[in-house]
């Protein structure tokens, strides 16, 4: 029988997803590397659950990208070119591992593909609601400034702000992408520069969508991530704790 990492915590209430959020951390931390693939009563057996609760797990990561399971050819992990890195879940697990600063630059070349397209697209909304949920979200980060509210939390919640206020529901999608990227750069900066967000560069890219200026606001988003890129290329050499 193939050995198989030790559980090393309860599976909670829920088997099925205790086990799925087990399997998925141990697969992208390398718990299997330089192994031969689990079987299925493997699994169960190294973690006491039965047939039935491995095999909806399994389905779960194979929906995932990050294993295929066939009858009577069993179990195969695949490669992270095939997992969905888009998956909240995924990206959970994929943050167990030491964030590297190649992976912080992968997070933001994706946010500058995304973040200033949707806000050239805020700033071509003519919804109130919309565009008030941005100044909201600035509000919060000037609230923080002075110690009225989280600076991460406040952060997050201006720039996914600008994702919905764009109108396209097909960036809303990037919401937890954009989210963990941010936390991660965030935690990144501070190491680096001793600040969290600059107040002057969101506020340029808030008001640039209340003139209804695209290309001014498509600017001042990309200057954000920008300097963010910037730190990461400055820092090749340094891991994200």
Known sequence: MVAVPEPTSDLGPNLTFGLLNRLGAQIVTGAF????SPTEADISNANGVSRSVTREAIKMLAAKGMLSARPRQGITL???????LLDPAVLGWLLQRKVSIELL???NQLRVAIEPAA???????????????IDQGYARMVAAENGADDGLDADIAFHLAVLKASGNPFFMQFRDLVSTALRTSIR????IVGRTADL?????????IKRRNPEAARKAMTAIIGDVMDLIAQQSDMTVD
């Open 33 to 36: 590397d330089g192994r031969p």
């Open 200 to 208: 002057a560069a969101h506020g340029a890219v808030r008001d640039a």
């Open 119 to 133: 806000a050239a697209l805020a700033a071509s909304n003519k919804s109130p609601d919309l565009l008030a949920e």
């Open 188 to 191: 990144f900066t501070n190491r």
């Open 78 to 84: 695949r490669s992270q070119a095939d997992w969905n």
């Open 105 to 107: 630059a992968q997070f």
